[in-house]
């Protein structure tokens, strides 16, 4: 009876033993719940950054291309505002021009090929 006693007491000793592992594994777990949800809503927070910032350095790569495709054009635009003041004085002649008048053949030649070249460029 004795040993009945004394082996259920043992029984009753790691019982209690399991159930405070049992406790304490499940606040364990409750913290690496918690741990993992942290974590997850650092990792989204995150992502949603990196989305926003390759999107934002998407539209300055975009908006760099377009400040290159002005500043190419620019140039030319420069040449065209001289070829048509040119051609504007070759309407208006002032009286020093009278002698060259094969200059104007070629300085509307010299506008086209420039116009020419523009729309290469355009294109």
Partial sequence: M???SSHLSSVESEKQKL???????????????DELAGTQQKLQKSEQSVAQLE????????MNQLKKYDEDLSPSDEKDSDSSKENLDDLFPDDHDDQAPGR???????????????????H
């Fill in 2 to 4: 004795m040993a009945l």
């Fill in 19 to 33: 159930r405070a592992q049992v406790r304490r594994l499940c606040q364990e777990n409750q913290w690496l719940r």
């Fill in 55 to 62: 999107e934002e350095k998407k539209h300055l790569e975009f």
């Fill in 104 to 122: 104007l053949v070629f300085q509307q030649l010299s506008s086209r090929d420039s116009k020419a070249v523009l729309t290469a460029k355009a």
